[in-house]
């Protein structure tokens, strides 16, 4: 099967640069109001979707145990450095594209930032969609291109591609923003209905950064967020969708034992088993390696 190419995070200094030192304290509060606001209150098991260093993992505090997922095995040791190795946290180096997890298996899932760096969008939702619960919670930021910024640039013809149409934009390779339409579109036909649309940094501007207390930036952008079900014209946007229904999908059952989580990627076949240092698929004989608490899905090991 040929998917997409992974923007590539390996070896990136991503959460140094672009949060703990990148100015973006607002950005960040804005987004853990957002997620308070949206996520479940409770929980058995959640998969974080490009989980990069774990920024958000801490946030979700009402779920007895999270799946980190990211292509990039050194986000995901940062994560393991800030979040530990314990049976609350499982750590896999995977593509959206090709997920490998079981149907069902999730009763919640994150995306954040994430969606910003799919060629093919409905593709990693369809991805998503499978991996659900019938019910589970999902919890999707994407960058908005109808934001008043590229609107503003539009109009006074600084920029030429239109933020009304549909189509994604890719400002940058393999960096997207989405209309907020599309999006809903893709999940509305995918099988998830749309609970809650909340608008996020409706003060990214550099001026007011630097004038105003990030609290009281973020206080504001707290009480404009719920606009976000009339209108979205914030760069960032997050939807609250709840997975529906499917008949093949059987009840959520104990949820201890990790191996029963995965099926292999290439060919979809499960119950993997467990080796000394990787897990075989019995079906297409592919070998996927564990390595120091990552479980690795990129390419198949000899
Ligand atoms: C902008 S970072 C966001 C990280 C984190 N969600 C946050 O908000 O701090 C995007 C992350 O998505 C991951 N990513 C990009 N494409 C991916 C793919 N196809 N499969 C899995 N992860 C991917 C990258 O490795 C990176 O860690």
């Given at each position: 099967?040929?998917?997409?190419?992974?923007?590539?995070?390996e070896?990136s200094?991503?959460?140094?640069?672009?949060?703990?030192?990148?100015?973006?304290?607002?950005?960040d509060?804005?987004?853990?109001?957002?997620l308070?606001?949206?996520?479940?209150?409770?929980?058995?098991?959640?998969?974080?979707?490009?989980?990069?260093?774990?920024?958000?993992?801490?946030?979700?505090?009402?779920?007895?145990?999270v799946?980190?997922?990211?292509?990039?095995?050194?986000?995901?040791?940062?994560?393991?450095?800030?979040?530990?190795?314990?049976?609350?946290?499982?750590?896999v180096?995977?593509?959206?594209?090709?997920?490998?997890?079981?149907?069902?298996?999730f009763?919640?899932?994150?995306?954040?930032?994430?969606?910003?760096?799919?060629?093919?969008?409905?593709?990693?939702?369809?991805?998503?969609?499978?991996?659900?619960?019938?019910?589970?919670?999902?919890?999707?930021?994407?960058?908005?291109?109808?934001?008043?910024?590229a609107?503003?640039?539009?109009?006074?013809?600084?920029?030429?591609?239109?933020?009304?149409?549909?189509e994604?934009?890719?400002?940058?390779?393999?960096?997207?923003?989405?209309?907020?339409k599309?999006?809903?579109?893709?999940?509305?036909?995918?099988?998830?209905?749309?609970?809650?649309?909340?608008?996020?940094s409706?003060?990214?501007?550099?001026?007011?950064?630097?004038?105003?207390?990030v609290?009281?930036?973020?206080?504001?952008?707290?009480?404009?967020?719920?606009?976000?079900?009339?209108?979205q014209?914030?760069?960032?946007?997050?939807?609250?969708?709840?997975?529906?229904?499917r008949?093949?999908?059987?009840?959520?059952?104990?949820?201890n034992?990790?191996?029963?989580?995965?099926?292999?990627?290439a060919?979809?076949?499960?119950?993997?088993?467990?080796?000394?240092?990787?897990?075989?698929?019995?079906?297409?004989?592919?070998?996927?390696?564990?390595?120091?608490?990552?479980?690795?899905?990129?390419e198949?090991?000899?």
């Amino acid at each position: 099967m040929t998917t997409p190419p992974v923007c590539d995070y390996e070896g990136s200094d991503y959460q140094c640069s672009f949060w703990d030192s990148g100015g973006r304290a607002y950005e960040d509060r804005c987004e853990a109001i957002a997620l308070k606001r949206l996520l479940p209150k409770s929980g058995k098991l959640m998969l974080e979707l490009g989980a990069g260093a774990g920024r958000n993992t801490p946030r979700y505090t009402g779920f007895e145990r999270v799946v980190l997922l990211d292509y990039s095995r050194t986000q995901l040791e940062q994560a393991q450095e800030r979040l530990g190795r314990s049976d609350r946290y499982i750590y896999v180096a995977a593509d959206i594209y090709r997920l490998p997890f079981v149907d069902g298996l999730f009763d919640a899932a994150t995306m954040i930032r994430t969606l910003h760096h799919m060629a093919d969008a409905p593709a990693t939702l369809r991805q998503v969609q499978n991996v659900l619960h019938p019910g589970a919670a999902f919890v999707l930021e994407f960058a908005n291109k109808h934001n008043l910024k590229a609107i503003l640039r539009f109009i006074l013809r600084q920029q030429e591609w239109s933020p009304f149409t549909l189509e994604p934009v890719e400002f940058a390779e393999l960096n997207f923003d989405f209309h907020p339409k599309a999006v809903r579109g893709w999940l509305e036909e995918i099988g998830f209905t749309i609970e809650r649309t909340l608008t996020v940094s409706h003060f990214r501007l550099g001026l007011l950064k630097r004038l105003a207390p990030v609290h009281v930036l973020a206080g504001m952008d707290s009480l404009f967020q719920w606009t976000g079900t009339l209108w979205q014209v914030t760069p960032s946007v997050f939807v609250k969708a709840k997975a529906v229904g499917r008949d093949s999908i059987p009840p959520l059952v104990g949820q201890n034992d990790i191996l029963s989580y995965f099926k292999c990627p290439a060919c979809g076949h499960a119950p993997l088993e467990e080796k000394k240092g990787y897990l075989a698929c019995s079906s297409c004989k592919r070998k996927w390696a564990v390595k120091d608490g990552i479980y690795d899905f990129r390419e198949a090991i000899h």
